[in-house]
């Protein structure tokens, strides 16, 4: 009894520690996607050959297949589009 109550604890842990991890590497394409998006737009060249590097790297950190890859392309894209998106606000702004 006491096997099978540690078992389904260890699977039930295994299945939401990997659709965690399935969701975060779906946060870091969906950011990649947005830069893409967002690099469409008029952006300064200085800015744009920043975003090209934060955009290689963060791939890859991505084509690591690890969780802390993962978190690391998160992270790198979430300063790019911040990056981005104040680029805009500056431009608007002048």
């Known amino acids: 009894m006491k096997r099978s109550v540690l078992l389904g604890l260890f699977v039930t842990a295994s299945m939401l ?3 965690s991890f399935a969701a975060s590497d779906d946060l870091c ?6 830069i893409a998006n967002a690099k469409s737009e008029t952006l300064a060249p200085e800015i744009r050959t920043r975003v090209e590097a ?3 790297q963060a791939k890859a ?3 690591q297949n690890t969780e802390e890859g993962t ?3 998160i992270s790198e894209t979430t300063q790019t589009l911040q990056e981005i998106q104040n680029a ?3 431009g608007k702004s002048s």
Do not use: E, I
């Open 54 to 56: 934060s955009v290689q």
């Open 61 to 63: 950190y991505q084509a």
């Open 71 to 73: 978190k690391k392309c």
């Open 29 to 34: 394409a969906t950011n990649l996607q947005a």
């Open 88 to 90: 805009g606000k500056d």
């Open 17 to 19: 520690a990997s659709s």
